[in-house]
């Protein structure tokens, strides 16, 4: 029973996953063009239903029966709350503002989806102070000072947060349904054709027989894989598996091979010209192409890993470190 409702899950996120890219190719090239509140509403929901599908309710409970009844059932809300807001956004708008109890309900789950999937995704910490400040208003009053508030109530912080474009709707979530998710489909296009096989070649071949060969491989890795990914987080997934046990036999200890390809993943997140979501929304508030933003950021990025490749260096011959001959 399990494994048939596994095969569900992959099948489903597969396919949702193919309708994302799909349906935003389609829009940035014209063929089917969606409304900036249309594609933003379309991309939240679809995004959640993917991890709600991909993260278990508590990792105790991975593969229990009730953690995937509870799993389907939140991706049904967010079905459900995704496309009401798609078929009523307009009306709310020409109205003004005017919103209706399902309107406030539909916005009150959106907001009860976003912090689940932050647990889910993130952690408990980072949903839990999201959790603190978006209960403010609710407490303000009591509080003294210049923390306090006149308050809000729960129906005006839904409507504000989930039927505006100050909300949850707002500039880094049309950063991400916009630009990020297409440079992150080209990435992973380049990933599966090959290209990060063919940097960790290249990196191998142009450290070869050098001092620090294998920490100076994982920071020119690094930098070439950067500029297809823009994550620390996937550079370091990427980079580390091949780098750190290279480190290990070189010489390096665990925590200083772990610590250099942590150091050097870092920086691809501002390496053009994929970079991390903040480059983006840089350019989407100071109205600047990204091209500026990337021109800008070229310059600090080689120095960062410039840095890194001297450090590295320095480091093995303070360690005695000797050139490992490779064949």
């Known amino acids: 029973m399990l494994k048939k409702i596994n ?6 996120i597969m396919w949702i996953a193919f309708i994302l890219g799909a ?19 379309f991309h939240l929901m679809i995004m959640l239903s993917i991890l709600f599908l991909n993260k278990p309710t508590f990792h105790k409970l991975e593969n229990n ?7 389907f059932f939140l991706v049904l809300i967010c079905f459900m ?33 976003i912090l689940e999937a932050t647990r889910r995704g993130i952690g408990l910490l980072l949903s839990i102070i999201c959790l603190i400040f978006f209960t403010y208003p609710f407490y303000s009053h009591f509080l003294g000072g210049v923390f ?11 409507e504000f947060l989930t039927t505006t474009s100050q909300g949850v709707y707002g500039i880094p979530l049309g950063v991400s349904a916009s630009y990020i998710i297409l440079f992150a489909i ?53 980079t580390g598996t091949l780098t750190i046990p290279m480190m290990k036999k070189e010489g390096y200890q665990n925590h200083q091979a772990g610590a250099i390809e942590a150091v050097v993943s870092t920086g691809g997140q501002i390496m053009p010209p994929v970079m991390g979501a903040a480059a983006f929304i840089m350019a989407e508030i100071i109205g600047k192409p990204y091209t500026e933003i990337m021109k800008a950021g070229l310059l600090p990025a080689l120095l960062f890993f410039a840095s890194t490749f001297f450090v590295v260096h320095f480091q093995a011959k303070k360690n005695g470190l000797k050139p490992k001959k490779y064949k």
């Open 186 to 238: 080209y990435g992973s296009f380049l990933s599966q054709f090959g290209a990060g096989e063919f940097f960790f070649k290249l990196a191998m071949r142009i450290t070869k027989n050098m001092h620090a060969a294998s920490a100076k491989t994982a920071v020119i890795f690094s930098t070439l894989l950067g500029m297809i990914s823009g994550s620390a987080a996937g550079n370091v997934a990427v």
């Open 148 to 158: 306090y508030s006149k308050g809000y109530s729960l129906q005006r912080m839904a």
């Open 7 to 12: 095969l569900l899950k992959s099948f489903l």
């Open 65 to 71: 029966i009730l953690d995937n009844i509870v799993r």
């Open 23 to 41: 349906v935003h190719l389609l829009n940035v090239s014209g063929i089917f063009v969606l409304s900036t509140p249309d594609i933003r509403i």
């Open 81 to 113: 709350s995704g496309f009401h807001m798609i078929f009523s956004w307009e009306e709310i708008a020409m109205s003004g503002g005017d919103t209706s109890s399902l309107d406030i309900f539909a916005g009150v789950v959106i907001l009860f989806l």
